[in-house]
Nanobody, 121 residues
Framework: QVQLVESGGGLVQPGGSLRLSCAAS????????MGWYRQAPEKQRELVAV???????NYADSPKGRFTISRDNAKNTVYLQMNSLKPEDTAVYYC???????????????WGQGTQVTVSS
């Protein structure tokens, strides 16, 4: 199976930047979309950004213009560059990947363990 491991979270000042990364490893057949989600306390998990296998991207309204999602297919890694961070960006950030078994054509969704991002003075 696929394992996703996030890194890069931490404490940052408002207006600062962080770069999150998520590396996929294991028995990987084909990774379609990869994305970043976040969940703040007492809030639903919400989409931050998604990137397709072809590199097309979509963003939620709040981070759009401040965050950039990218991927390196050779490294099976997705990144989230976060600029101009605001306190409301504070959340646990999770990466996910949609993986297709090329033999069975079955789709499976994998989640990382999450990394904490705290934006505070």
């Amino acid at each position: 199976q696929v394992q996703l491991v996030e890194s890069g979270g931490g404490l940052v000042q408002p207006g600062g930047s962080l770069r999150l990364s998520c590396a996929a490893s294991g028995s990987i057949f084909k990774i379609n979309a990869m994305g970043w989600y976040r969940q703040a306390p007492e809030k639903q998990r919400e989409l931050v950004a998604v990137i397709t296998s072809g590199g097309s991207t979509n963003y939620a309204d709040s981070p759009k213009g401040r965050f950039t999602i990218s991927r390196d297919n050779a490294k099976n890694t997705v990144y989230l560059q976060m600029n101009s961070l605001k306190p409301e960006d504070t959340a646990v950030y999770y990466c996910n990947a949609v993986v297709i078994n090329t033999t069975t054509f079955r789709s499976s969704i994998y989640w990382g363990q999450g990394t904490q991002v705290t934006v505070s003075s």
